[in-house]
Nanobody, 121 residues
Framework: VQLQAFGGGLVQAGGSLRVSCAAS????????MGWFRQAPGKEREFVAT????????DYADSVKGRFTISRDNAKSTVYLQMNSLKPEDTAVYYC???????????????WGQGTLVTVSS
């Protein structure tokens, strides 16, 4: 499956932003989809995952209660709604696909190119 992330941008602290990831070339609804992020000088870290049906989701503690992952299988798209953004959320956000419930990026075989989210203080 090929993934294309988009929707990043510059937002003030406390604001909201939604990033999206469009998939093509695979059976989208069979994949567990994930969002990861990588800040400058840091390792890529888990943000959230969502099951193929959308019924099950998992979040990193750092974003729980502020971020919401969702998907529209008819549009082969997964979303990450980010609210109450903080400067420490600044990173390149990547979407990824896998077939299990993982937090380790090594278990995700397909990746989008990333979209930059910058949160100003």
């Amino acid at each position: 499956v090929q993934l294309q992330a988009f929707g990043g941008g510059l937002v003030q602290a406390g604001g909201s932003l939604r990033v999206s990831c469009a998939a093509s070339g695979g059976s989208f609804s069979t994949y567990v989809m994930g969002w990861f992020r990588q800040a400058p000088g840091k390792e890529r870290e888990f943000v959230a995952t969502i099951s193929g049906s959308g019924a099950r989701s998992d979040y990193a503690d750092s974003v729980k209660g502020r971020f919401t992952i969702s998907r529209d299988n008819a549009k082969s798209t997964v979303y990450l709604q980010m609210n109450s953004l903080k400067p420490e959320d600044t990173a390149v956000y990547y979407c990824a696909a896998t077939w299990g419930y993982y937090r380790d990026p090594k278990n995700f075989g397909s990746w989008g190119q990333g979209t930059l989210v910058t949160v100003s203080s």
